[in-house]
């Protein structure tokens, strides 16, 4: 079935780094965008990057632009998301989430996966 | 850019209730404006994409209305499974999406 699995997530101090994952299956990746979209504890929803299907662009929100990058392998159906110079404002459960252009919408997430930045 | 606001923050309905959900864009969106619920634990699902389809599988009951800047959910007849946060979004600015602060319903 159409799914996303988010792996990655930890606790991590602060300035330090992190590498989440999220793998698809049971579609054509390469055909949609895809964003990681987070939400800290007890609040709402922050959409934090976008990529492009064919990764030829990319976008971030300004909280963590220069700090975050965002990639994707299309021929292992996988997105990421490299975080560094991580603060304690980014903790958050991290989802990744699969941009139909037809919809206009994310209509499929994962799970999530927490990251959690302290000291 | 665009910024969402949502009203109420919070409600308290019974079963069976009409649930009207408010979400605001700081400047016209036209109908690029979706809809989400969320519950505890779990990740969003998508309910209503431009501002009023129904995405496949979700209930009639969910409606959505609105365009440029002010929109509407309605939950025509509240169900134990539909209480929950909902959450609406932007997709005007594509690729930079903005989501509303949302709306928490639970039981009166």
């Known amino acids: 079935q159409v799914q996303l699995v988010e792996s990655g997530g930890g606790l991590v101090k602060p300035g330090g780094s992190l590498r989440l994952s999220c793998a698809a299956s049971?579609?054509?990746?390469?055909?949609?965008?895809m964003s990681w979209i987070r939400q800290a504890p007890g609040k709402g929803l922050e959409w934090v990057s976008y990529?492009?299907?064919?990764?030829?662009?990319?976008n971030y929100a300004d909280s963590v632009k220069g700090r975050f990058t965002i990639s994707r392998d299309n021929a292992k159906n996988s997105l990421y998301l490299q975080m560094n110079s991580l603060r304690a404002e980014d903790t958050a459960v991290y989802y990744c989430?699969?941009?139909?252009?037809?919809?206009?919408?994310?209509?499929?997430w994962g799970q999530g996966t927490m990251v959690t930045v302290s000291s | 850019d665009i910024q969402m606001t949502q009203s109420p923050s919070s409600l308290s309905a019974s079963v069976g209730d009409r649930v009207t959900i408010t979400c605001r864009a700081s400047?016209?969106?036209?109908?690029?404006l979706n809809w989400y619920q969320q519950k505890p634990g779990k990740a969003p699902k998508l309910l209503i994409y431009?501002?009023?389809s129904l995405q496949s599988g979700v209930p009639s009951r969910f409606s959505g209305s609105g365009s440029g800047t002010d929109f509407t959910l309605t939950i025509s007849s509240l169900q134990p499974e539909d209480f929950a946060t909902y959450y609406c979004?932007?997709?005007?600015?594509?690729?930079?999406?903005?989501f509303g602060p949302g709306t928490k319903v639970d039981i009166k």
């Open positions: 400047q016209s969106i036209s109908s690029y």
């Open positions: 431009a501002a009023s």
């Open positions: 989430a699969r941009g139909e252009v037809l919809l206009d919408a994310f209509d499929i």
């Open positions: 049971g579609f054509t990746f390469s055909d949609y965008y």
């Open positions: 990529i492009s299907s064919s990764s030829s662009y990319t």
């Open positions: 979004q932007q997709s005007y600015s594509t690729p930079v999406f903005t």
